[in-house]
């Protein structure tokens, strides 16, 4: 059973930069043709897709965050951290892990929202708040 699970600071100050990281279990983030991505949900909004590492280890993220955005890979621990830097109140959001076989990417995003069944395993979320 793949299990997702997110971990981080729940507070960050603005101009900092938040930086979760997703555990995985039950399978291996090298595992041909999976992608693992991050999405947030702000307060009252929909889905909003941040970005991607594959299998391979290459990222892509929406064009909205690119500027700030990063995401990275440790494969001996087999888990993914997303950074997002020089955050401002409006990036608090519950902040998820998930992964997916679709091809979710930038393009995808651009013409609409996420939605959870473009997804097949989903971490619980941690929620992170911006705020001095």
């Known amino acids: 059973q793949v299990q997702l699970q997110e971990s981080g600071p729940g507070l960050v100050k603005p101009s900092q930069t938040l930086s979760p990281t997703c555990a995985v279990s039950g399978t291996s983030i090298t595992a041909n043709y999976y992608s693992w991505h991050w999405i947030r949900q702000p307060p009252g909004k929909v889905l909003e897709w941040i970005g991607h590492?594959?299998?391979?280890?290459?990222?892509d993220y929406s064009p909205t965050l690119k500027s700030r955005t990063s995401i990275s890979r440790d494969t001996s621990k087999n888990h993914f951290t997303l950074q997002l830097s020089s955050v401002t109140p409006e990036d608090t959001a519950v902040y998820y892990c998930a992964r997916s076989s679709l091809p979710i990417d930038a393009i995808v995003a651009a013409i609409r929202p996420v939605e959870k069944t473009d997804f097949d395993s989903w971490g619980q979320g941690t929620q992170v708040t911006v705020s001095s």
């Open positions: 590492i594959d299998y391979s280890g290459s990222t």
